[in-house]
Each structure stands twice: as structure tokens, then as C-alpha cells.
């Protein structure tokens, strides 16, 4: 049913919160603004670049809960499509991949979401690790090319598993079946994202303050212990706050968000490895006003799968 | 000849946009509606119709497409395509290679040229594909000389050198099922026949002109 998300007084507390957040940091951002220095013009000119960029995500993404579950898979496939675009975009292919590429965009990519549609939970879960798997390679190699063929094969699964099921896993959430906790789900999602962005946010935030000491300056020349401890501590401390709008307790609910915010950690250094890898700083960059959809769901996509295995292992019988 | 944009066209314009995501950027010069002929590197289907769709629509009106004859009235759906929807200027390929002698090559060639003029008229545009056939998007074959002989009739036609980056990818030649990557098209600046410029010389800047273009390196 449309729009049924309305009737859930703890979701609308819920957007709420976020609405005030964004409300708070526009003023923060004005404020800063009117006291900008040459010395720190381009930091605040980006952060309040960043927050009008968040006001768009947040009407986007609230949207799509409020229509309701189709609305959060076109969502959710919608930008996995983009995501798999800029990383395919990136990443060498050669012309032997073509078709296996087409397949990917435009049947895997798609099919994973009409799995969670029509909840087919078991072919959900192996129709990405199982059957694409064994078709990318089969396919690459009867197109006959062998250059680097191990190299392409392992890129285009590592691009679906990363922008495809990874990701699936949070519209996925509306899937699972908890007693007492049922037509919530919603609830779930916004929570997973709200404790991941923030956590990203944050340790933006907590970096730009007090970070010192770099932790892998190889791979990411702004992630600082600061940054790490300050924003994963401060977004753990939100999702405990959180607690009454999920099915947690308010322990499981910091045990939660913890392992969000780690796994949100961990997604956004892989995919900076990945990017130093490929010779570039952003995913959006080298193809400017494109965005960059992978730089702001990378945290996502490796906490999305673990969030949703957490729950159903704990708490759907 | 000024003419309407076919409303096919402008749906497949739309398409090409869309599965292309392309970027464009007026590097050189602006969009202007004086006569040009646009210039660039060859390596997909899908060049004629996005470097057109990133014209604005009153220049696009105007603005018609060089393309192989032998190719575009093989079929009658092409046919179409070419001569209805997009108004194409259809030459025959190879033409001038295939005459007998040289007084016939050169009446052939001159005729190509003629054809050619008479379709940029007096405010029509170009898009011309200099290498002649659609290549791997490696590399930029070498030009073929019409462009030179064009740039001579009609000295007050600017040339302006494109670069279509990552088309290769999305539709490559032989390929029907487009992957829709991103891609890019940067329009360069004008260039024009320097005196006493001979033909190869002429030739090889213009392609160092489009070349140059080139913003991320291809697979």
C-alpha cells in the first residue's frame, strides 16, 4: 500500500530527526560561511556543498520509503545501475567482455531486485555467488579474448557482487519476518542507512577537527585514527539512541551500529585501495557531474549484507 | 536546405543521452549557430547521433551528417534512418580510389566536394568522420582528404576537432546490445587551412587536433 509508511508515528520520528539534522547543519553551514577565512574557504565551501547534496539524497530517499517497498527497490536498483556504471566505466574491460557486461547491466543487476520483489529468499541469495558467477567467466570465455582473462573475469564479478547483491542487501531488509516486528521494516532501513551515512559523516567531521595520525595513508591520505575512533564512537552512541525504533534492545542496538560503522569503515577503504589502484581520487571525478554514487554508498555496501545476515540470524526464527 | 529535426531523431537523441551518460564540454569554443563543420574520431554508431544531441536544438536543426552510402542503403530501415530522420549526406565511399585514371579520380573527387558544399549551403552545418570507417577506439586511423578539399572550397566554414571517448565501450562495431558506461565529448578549438599548408600536413594536424582532445586513457 502507498504511502502506508505515514502511519508508522515511530518512522515519522525517525525522518524527523533526520530533517532536524539537516535543518541543524544548514544553519552551521550559513553560520560558517559568514566567517570564512582564505585559509579555510575551500573546506567550507565543500561541506556546504555536501549539505545541499544531503538535503537532495534525504527528499530522495524518503521519498522512496514512503511509497513503500517498490519504491525502495527502484531506488535501491536505480543506484546500483549508476554504481556499476562508474565502476565499469573505470575499470579496464575489453571488447570480448561486451556481452557478459550487457548481461550483467541488464539482466543479473535487474533479476537480483525482482528476486527480493517477488521474496525469493534462497535464489536471492545464490543467484549472484552461485549462478553469476560461473556465467561471467563461461561467458568471457567463449567470447574467446584470453588477454588478462583471469584479471577481467575477477573485475566484472567483484563490480556486480559490490554494486548489485551487496547492496540488494538493504531493500532486502523489508524481506525478513520478525515477530512482533511486523510492516516495520522500513524502520530497519532507514536505521541501516542513517547509522552508516552518519558514521561516514562523522568521521568526516571528527577528521577535519582533530585528525592527526594517518591509517593508511597509501590508501586514503584523509581516514585518521581520530576521525576513526571520534566518528565510529559518535555514530555508534546515535544508533544506541536508536534503539526504540528498531527490534534491538539497547545493547543489540550498540552492537549493531557498531558493526555498521566498522563495516561502513571497512567498504570506504577498500573502494579508496580500489581507486588508488586505478589511478584516481573519486569515483566521480574523472567523469565530472556524475557524482560519484560509489564514493557515497561504498560504507554501504559492505554493511548492508552483514546487517541483514546479523538480523536474520539473531532475530527471524 | 534548412530542415525540421524529425521527432525519431530526437527520440534517438534522447536514447543516445541516456545510455551514454555523456558529458559535454566546450573546451574550445562555444555553441554557436555559424556554419561549422564538426570533426571527430569514429569508433561507434552511436557518434553521429550523441555528438549531435549535445548541440542545442536550433543549431542541431541545421546540422547534418557525412555518411558511407554503400553502408546506409543496404537496408531500407537504414535507408530511412539516414535520409529521413537524420538528413544525411550520403557519399560513396572509395570512390576516388576505385577510378580508372587520374583525370577520373580527380572529376570524382571534385564531385564528393561539390555534394558536399551544396549541403553546407549557406547555413547549414557538418559532422564528418574523417577516418573514414568506424576503427577500434584505439587509435585514430589516418584522415582522408576530404576534409582538406572541403576547408579550401569553403574557407569561411570554422572546423571544429571533437573527441567521443568511451563510445568504443558502449557500441562497439558488430556489437547490436549497448553497455551503457559513461562517456565524454569534448569539442576543441577551430582550426582552419594555414597558407601555403600542404594536403598531408593539413591532414595530420587536424587529427593531432582531435586527438589531443583525448581526457582518459581507453582499455
Known sequence: MMFQALHDAKLVWLCSGVLFLLVVSTLIGHLLKSRRTDANRSTIDNLNARIRAWWKMAAIFALAVLIGKVGALILFALISFLAMREYMTLVPTRRGDHLTLFWSFFVIMPLQYYLIGIQWYGFFAIMIPVLAFVFVPTSIAIAGDTEHFLERAAKIQFGIMVCAYCLSHAPALLLLRIPGFEGHNARLLLYLVIVDQMSDVLQYVWGKLIGKHKIAWRVSPNKTWEGFVGGVASATALGTALWWATPFTPLQSAGMSFTICLLGFAGGLVMSAIKRDIGIKDFGVVIEGHGGILDRIDSLCFAAPIFFHLIRYYFVP | ?219
Not at chain 2, 130 to 155: M, N, Q, V, W
Request: glycine share 6%; with cysteine; hydrophobic share 45%.
Open chain 2, 1 to 219: 536546405m534548412t530542415t525540421g529535426i524529425h521527432p525519431v531523431a530526437s527520440l534517438l537523441a534522447a536514447v543516445a543521452r541516456g545510455i551514454t551518460g555523456v558529458q559535454v564540454q566546450w573546451a574550445g569554443c562555444e555553441p554557436s549557430e555559424r556554419q561549422r563543420i564538426y570533426f571527430a574520431n569514429h569508433s561507434s554508431h552511436l557518434d553521429f547521433v550523441v555528438l549531435w544531441s549535445a548541440l542545442p536544438s536550433e543549431i542541431r536543426a541545421k546540422t547534418r551528417p557525412i555518411a558511407a552510402k554503400d553502408y546506409w542503403e543496404n537496408t531500407a530501415l537504414r535507408l530511412y534512418l539516414a535520409q529521413n530522420v537524420f538528413h544525411a549526406v550520403l557519399l560513396e565511399r572509395g570512390a576516388v580510389a576505385k577510378a580508372q585514371h587520374p583525370e577520373e579520380a580527380h572529376f570524382v573527387g571534385r564531385h564528393l566536394i561539390d555534394q558536399m558544399v551544396e549541403a553546407l549551403g549557406t547555413q547549414n552545418s557538418l559532422i564528418f568522420f574523417p577516418e573514414g570507417t568506424r576503427g577500434t577506439g584505439e587509435k585514430l586511423a589516418p584522415f582522408r582528404s576530404g576534409i582538406y578539399h572541403l576547408a579550401l572550397r569553403r574557407p569561411d566554414v570554422q572546423l571544429v576537432p571533437a573527441y567521443l571517448e568511451n563510445l568504443n565501450r558502449i557500441l562497439p562495431k558488430g556489437e547490436f546490445l549497448p553497455v551503457p558506461m559513461l562517456s565524454l565529448l569534448t569539442f576543441g578549438k577551430p582550426i582552419q587551412v594555414e597558407p601555403d599548408e600542404d594536403k598531408d600536413a593539413f591532414l595530420e594536424r587536424a587529427r593531432e587536433a582531435v586527438a589531443s582532445l583525448r581526457r582518459i586513457g581507453n582499455a
